[in-house]
């Protein structure tokens, strides 16, 4: 199993990336063993909105390229959506309230 950060989901999920092309040989090569973590997707929810990206999309996307089921990622992207900060979005998602 190998660890993607935060760069190579910028790259295969941004409109257009210099390193586009790299992340899908690596994504291909190595389908069904990607694993990120959580920091992974604070980064990636800190800089959705920079990047113009939907953090719901974007974080359903990363979890499905490293077949994640958590679902606290989920409702910590809708949080964010909605307004709110990356980091309390995160907590309000593991205290489930």
Excluded: Q
Aim: proline share 2%; hydrophobic share 45%.
């Amino acid at each position: 199993m190998i660890y993607a950060d935060t760069n190579f989901f910028l790259a295969l999920l941004k409109p257009s990336d210099w390193l586009m092309k790299n992340a899908e040989r690596i994504k291909k090569e190595h389908e069904g063993g990607i694993n990120t973590s959580e920091v992974t997707f604070i980064e990636l929810l800190l800089v959705s909105k920079r990047f113009n990206l939907d953090p719901v999309r974007l974080t359903s996307a990363v979890m499905a390229i490293c077949d994640i089921d958590e679902a606290f990622y989920l409702k910590a992207a809708m949080n964010v959506a909605k307004g709110g900060n990356v980091f309390d979005a995160f907590h309000a998602a593991h205290c489930e309230g």
